[in-house]
């Protein structure tokens, strides 16, 4: 019997969800309810940090029931994404200092990211032509959420930079204006990279026209 391409993608995608609230979720708090630390932390920021397992496992249990373009473009962005985070950690357990790890977190991640962005919009073509989806532009595959969270990457990216570039204070101990100036322009340029990334996928970047502030019943 041959097995559909999307049920494998959607049995994977659940997998690795499992495995993300497995490892986030799970693990550490049976760790700290055996060790007797069971505390805020546990009931607050675990389930924060396990949701992206939960909703990749919501995203593959809709691929594998129907398969279509969103759940298709969506079900392989989240294994991109969870590639990256496993590449971007794995290299950031090398460094032994917490902000080492966190730079090397966020350079390694930002970079990964959009390393893979040709490879998810070629690979999702290939499953849609599959399916006999048509898909007509860049637009089917990102949205402004996926920009803001790329802008977003663009920024932490551009500060990493600017710390790595520009101390925070002078030889005299004074705060540095130059670094100031830095970390505002990494702003400004998470702002245009938005504005131009939409653009260039095709998406509008403003109110509908018929948008006027009121509701309407």
Known sequence: MKVSTTKVLGVTEIA??????W???IQPMFKSIVEGNLGIFDFTMLP???SPGFFAICVGYGLFRHADLNSVTRSIGILFVFAALFIA????AWFQQPSEIASATIVVLTISVFV??????WLSKRVLKNLGI?????HNFFGKPSAFLLAL??????REVVEFLIPDRTVSGDFNWWHGAAVIAAIFLAFMFYDVFLKVVGIENRLPKHFNGQTHA
């Open 153 to 158: 990457l663009v920024w932490s990216f551009s």
């Open 116 to 121: 893979m962005l040709p490879i998810y919009v």
């Open 48 to 50: 924060f940090l396990s």
């Open 16 to 21: 690795v969800g499992a495995i993300w609230v």
């Open 134 to 138: 048509v898909t007509e532009g860049l």
């Open 23 to 25: 490892k986030a979720l």
């Open 89 to 92: 950690v794995s290299v950031g």
